[in-house]
C-alpha cells in the first residue's frame, strides 16, 4: 500500500467515526446540533473521492473510443493523463 492508499484509508476510517457520531448524536442526544460534523464529513468525502482520483484507472474501450472509467466521458488519445471531465487519473496501457 502506498501513502497515498494509506491517507485515503485513514481519511475513510475518520469518516466512519465522524459518522457514528452523528448517529450517536441523532439517536441519544437529539437535541444536539450537528452541522459541524455534517461539515466536516462533506469535507472529507470530497478529500477522500479527490485523492481516489489520483489513483490512475484504465479507461474501458468500446471500439473505436475510450472511457473514463470514473465519469464515463469519452476520452481521446490526446487528453492528457487523467479525465478532462472529472480529473480521474487514467491508465492508457493496453493489456497484452
Ligand atoms: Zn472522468
Redesign the pocket.
Known amino acids: 500500500m502506498n501513502e497515498l492508499e494509506r491517507a485515503i484509508n485513514l481519511l475513510k476510517h475518520r469518516a466512519e467515526i465522524i459518522r457514528d457520531m452523528i448517529a450517536y448524536n441523532m439517536n441519544f442526544e437529539p437535541k444536539s446540533d450537528n452541522s459541524s460534523l455534517e461539515e466536516q464529513k462533506k469535507a472529507m468525502d470530497v478529500a477522500i473521492s479527490s485523492l481516489e ?1 489520483q489513483i490512475p484507472k484504465k479507461r474501458y474501450i468500446k471500439f473505436p473510443c475510450s472511457y ?6 469519452n ?1 481521446t488519445d490526446e487528453s492528457p493523463n ?7 487519473s ?1 491508465d492508457w496501457s493496453v493489456e497484452e
Open positions: 482520483k473514463c472509467p470514473t465519469c464515463n466521458e476520452i487523467y479525465c478532462p471531465n472529472c480529473g480521474q487514467i
